[in-house]
């Protein structure tokens, strides 16, 4: 039977957390958004309160040739030590071997070790079960808080899970908000559920469409991709982003709602552009019949005041993507729009969840993530456990 978090008493053991601390540096190594880390700090304050040790492993950027200074997660010590004063933080300079045992075998309940990137050794991830092993010896609890890998079979995300009893390994309290609130919404959606799904590329979002399809009430398409499903119905779309080679499947995906009986919404307008740039002339026109040489670059004011209602009718949200390239400020007032029907719809009793890596973004940019029910720190891992897949980060704690 799993164990949860709150299920196990950490006093005397020694906690081998994976965490993502996979954060953005500059050039001088100082880290620019320490989003993820304060992410974990309640998993790591709660072990210690408790009279455990904690041993941290996570991995940084993409080394290619084992250890590389930059990828080095000593650059985050310092700032750990900050969010984390009264807990005195070791390094070991290598996250197997002789060290890292020692420090690891020393460690006193209330101190935490940090352990040097996984991802130096090829074997984290190829899920190597002899490293895993080695990585297992460090601690007597496994605890999964990295939400952010969790689509990935590693050692340290998964492989490792073999080495600890069922009651020894557990989710971290980040890991079990993110799971819970991505199932609630893909299993337990109270209804009118509204998906709305934004973003660049149909191709992306195909297999999310899909799941969505079995379960959604409304499905709201906006961003880019909007306008491959607007050419699939032989509409003109000027210069808008297409995928030629996903038309029949944008059709084939408009047919299966119509069947399923699931309401798919496109926006009807479009605030256009003659360039892809902030200073491009703008305009605002019907999606439908975009004229040559323009381009879709945000939905229209008319799309806003659709989607809005059809957001307000709801009782479950889950937004991923923006609405258009919000990251220009003249095509920013339909993600915006959005953002703030979100949070009006929560306000009124919804349950909203926001992930995928833009949407996230924009939620934060327009100062709303306090007003929707759950941000997912999950980028990748997100997306495939709304395609439906299995996670292996999460298998790996459940499993017998
Ligand atoms: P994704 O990573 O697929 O969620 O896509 C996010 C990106 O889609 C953002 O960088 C947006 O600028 C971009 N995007 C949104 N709407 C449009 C659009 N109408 N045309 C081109 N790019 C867009």
Known sequence: MQGSFSSISFQQEKALVRVDFNVPL????????????????????????????????????RPKEGPAEKFSLKHLVVHLQQLLPS???KFAPDCIGKEANELAATLQPGEILLLE????????????VEFAKKLAKLGTVWVNDAF??????????????????????????LMEAEVASASRVIHKATKPFVAIIGGAKVSDKILIIENLL????????GG???YT??????????????????????????????QRGVNIHLPVDSTIADKFAADATTSNCESFDIPAGWMGLDIGQK????????????????????????????????TLAIAKAVADATDKGAFSLVGGGDSVAAVNQFGFADRVSYVSTGGGALLEYFEGKVLPGIAAVQQS
């Open 117 to 128: 990137n996984l991802r130096f050794y090829k074997e984290e991830e190829k899920g190597d």
């Open 87 to 89: 807990s005195p933080i």
């Open 224 to 226: 880019g991709m909007a």
């Open 303 to 334: 799309a806003r005041i659709d989607f809005q209602e059809v957001i307000l009718s709801a009782q479950t949200i889950l937004w991923n993507g923006p609405m258009g390239v919000f990251e220009m400020k003249p095509f920013q007032a339909g």
């Open 26 to 61: 500059d050039a001088q190594q100082h880290i620019t958004d320490d989003t993820r880390i304060r992410a974990a700090l309640p998993t790591i304050q709660q072990i210690l309160v408790q009279g455990g040790a904690v041993i941290l492993m996570s991995h940084l950027g």
């Open 229 to 258: 499903f607007w050419k699939a119905q032989g509409k003109m779309i000027g210069s808008s982003l297409c995928e030629e080679d996903r038309l029949e499947l944008a059709a084939g995906l408009l047919q299966k709602a119509k």
């Open 148 to 173: 952010g890998t969790a689509h990935r079979a590693h050692a340290s995300t998964a492989v490792i899970a073999q080495f600890f009893p069922s009651e020894k390994r557990v989710f971290g309290l």
């Open 214 to 221: 079995e379960r959604a009430t409304d499905i709201i398409i």
